[in-house]
């Protein structure tokens, strides 16, 4: 679970910078009113868009949900971005991150990183002192880094929280329109947004008519059956859920146990089910431990050898750190069609 930075660093941070009030947050609803204008009061200049979600308090494990609205300034300076569908999208619209969990940033989204970024701590867990320092005028977290709202909103009020909470094309269009209106990109947002419909549609269009298809993803030796979202990507199957929901495949089995890194299956399920396709999640590519072999290793046995899925070369590797740990965003977005558009080539 997300663990929450230890009292005595908060109380540090409160000791040396301003301090505003602030809450804990594990979900956002995106009711992304996002209306753009200048603020009524006559001594605030400053133009802001308007963006309203569920923030959810109290504690992390049992939290309750309230609404909150934040003015986020329009174009900000400095920006420390925890989720990387979010830097992904921020970047194409021409935004730049002062501070992102380094370590989890994929080498495609490095670019939309200032030269001197700072290290913003991990997926999880903030270094708080290291983002006080540079004063951010906007973080933005999601999914994995929700719960640290609380402690963010100590260092600036300006926090946002676009954890998905819907169908994923909703979300999607949410965090782009917003960001667009943030960066003065209206114009791009609209076009990069019909684009990804557009190639979504097409990808769908693709997968109509193949058959029956699995969606799994390797861990170590293991290997998991990922269910199907049934619209809603706020839970632990949105990676299951694009491929069945947004993309339009088959599942093969409609009744896989929904878990964040999917239901524990053999590789005698797999023929047993006997999929027209597999779609593979490596999560040893870029989560794993020293000496965990890639999926195409994992997979490369008799039983498997005698799966429809391996007789037709009918095995898709899915981008693993799209589908692993970015999930959304413009580019993002456009890797995972491209993925589901090769059962084409």
Known sequence: MPTIRPLSALSLIAASTLVLAGCSSSAADGDASAESGAAGDATQTEETVSFTFDAAVGDPDDPDFEEKTVEVPKNPENVVIFDMASLDTWGNLGGEAAGAPLDSVPDYLSDYLVDDAINAGTLFEADLLAIEAIQPDLIIIAGRSSTQYEALTQITPNVIDLTANG?????????????????????????????????????????????????????????????????????????????????????????????????????????EQDPDYLFVLDRNAVAGSDGDAMADVVLDNEIVHQTTAWKNDQIVSLDPAAWYIVFGGIETTQIMIDDILSITS
């Open 167 to 271: 169908p994923f094309e909703d979300q999607l269009e949410r965090s782009v329109t917003l960001f667009g209106e943030i960066l003065g990109q209206e114009d791009a947002a609209a076009e990069a947004l019909a684009e990804l419909q557009g190639g979504i549609a097409e990808a769908r269009e693709a997968t109509e008519g193949i058959g029956t298809g699995l969606a799994i993803m390797t861990a170590g030796d293991s290997i998991t059956a990922l269910a199907p979202s049934s619209g809603d990507f706020s839970g632990p199957v949105l990676r299951g859920g694009l491929v069945y929901d947004v993309f339009g495949v088959e599942p093969v089995h409609a009744d896989i146990r929904s878990a964040t890194h999917g239901e524990p299956v053999s590789f005698e399920f797999l023929l």
